[in-house]
């Protein structure tokens, strides 16, 4: 098991999955958040919901936004919809996947 360097707690599973950051070579660098899941229909690959406010000058008030990304799940993390994920910036792996799930938040 590698050391990622960030305060996380490791999965208690093993997996032989080359780009889980915990069993494999990916690196996590960047930035860290804390999202939803919204769907986990995908092999090997959940969508997550990001909320965050943006700030609109002409009325000088925030409003609430939301983003979708997608991020790599390995399968030594046991996630379902709606759960609360952390997840962690790492290096492009696909089209559209920049992110991979380091933690299930127990909620």
């Known amino acids: ?64 936004r939301t983003m979708k990304l997608h991020a790599h799940l390995s399968d030594c993390i046991d996630v379902k919809e709606d759960d609360t994920l952390i997840i962690g910036e790492c290096r492009p792996l696909s089209k559209s996947i920049s992110f991979v799930v380091l933690e299930k938040v127990a909620s």
Do not use: W
């Open 1 to 64: 098991m590698n050391n990622i360097g960030i305060e996380v707690t490791p999965p208690k599973n093993s997996c032989v999955d080359p780009l889980c950051p915990f069993h494999g070579h990916t690196k996590v660098r960047g930035r860290l958040m804390k999202v939803q899941a919204v769907s986990v229909k995908a092999s090997k690959m959940v969508v997550v919901k990001r909320e965050y406010l943006h700030y609109i000058k002409r009325v000088m008030r925030y409003e609430k």
